[in-house]
């Protein structure tokens, strides 16, 4: 099987290889050619997990994969005026060739089990947590674990309103970070069947979008947050 990588170079200040045809599968390395070396084990290890989760695995006859890059984005920061400059407020992340291409039901399909599978993953870590180590501030942390809870869902809030999907405002999401995941994750399992097959992108604050890097972003964003969950718990108290 042939993976289709979009490096993303500078997001979050490190390299970050896509499985384009895989939302969900990324990987990370200390440079872009070892990013794009670590996908394939990503890419099993992203088998492997769809796998724990149901017995209906579309990748389950995969045994090889041929990773080969497609694209390559380099991340730039922008001014008000739009100008490029590293003193700029406004991460400019990747936009793909892949991203313009209209999302199937297939791709809907399988990318909302994806998303009940991460959103299953987070509640799992979360729920029955005392206040107490929801709460926790961390030395070299910006955020408690109820601080990424809230990034992810208002992160998702932010890439639905990008394509003017996102339904309510931000100060209308309940203040409760349990009733906020959940009121923004069911807006995105509405949208998504209503975006099959159509041919949308938007140009928003100098950045593209369309609902195939609305899905690709949502789903790396929460699964990515939940290895930042994972951290923190396993974070020493003493």
């Known amino acids: 099987m042939q993976l289709l990588v979009g490096m993303e170079n500078g997001a979050d200040g490190r390299p970050l290889a896509w499985a384009l045809d895989h939302p969900g599968c990324y990987a990370y390395g200390a440079d872009s050619a070892e990013a ?3 996908l ?9 997990w769809i796998g724990r989760h149901t017995r209906e695995n579309w990748l389950a006859d995969v045994r090889d994969v041929d990773v080969r890059l497609s694209e390559v984005w380099e991340v730039y920061n922008i001014d008000e005026n739009y100008n490029a400059t590293p003193d700029g407020s406004y991460e400019v992340n990747a936009w793909f060739r892949h991203d313009w291409k209209p999302v199937t039901r297939l791709d809907v399909r399988r990318g909302l089990q994806v998303l ?7 509640l799992e870590l979360v729920q029955g947590l005392p206040d107490e180590i929801l709460d926790r501030t961390y030395p070299r942390e910006r ?4 601080g990424v809870m809230g990034h992810i869902a208002k992160a ?3 890439y639905m309103d ?12 309940p203040e409760n970070i349990f009733e906020q995941l959940a009121a923004v994750r069911a807006q995105l399992e509405k949208v998504l069947p209503g975006l099959e097959g159509v041919n949308l992108v938007r140009g928003v604050d100098g950045e593209f979008w369309s609902p195939r890097k609305l899905l690709r972003r949502s789903i790396w964003h ?3 947050h939940i290895e930042h969950i994972r951290k923190l718990l396993a974070f020493p108290t003493a």
């Open 36 to 38: 794009v070396v670590n």
């Open 40 to 48: 394939a084990p990503a890419f099993l290890a992203f088998k492997a």
């Open 116 to 122: 009940a599978f991460s959103r299953a993953d987070l």
């Open 143 to 146: 955020w408690s674990i109820r």
């Open 156 to 158: 998702e809030w932010w």
């Open 162 to 173: 990008r394509l003017e999907q996102a339904g309510v405002a931000r100060s209308s999401l």
């Open 222 to 224: 929460e699964l990515d």
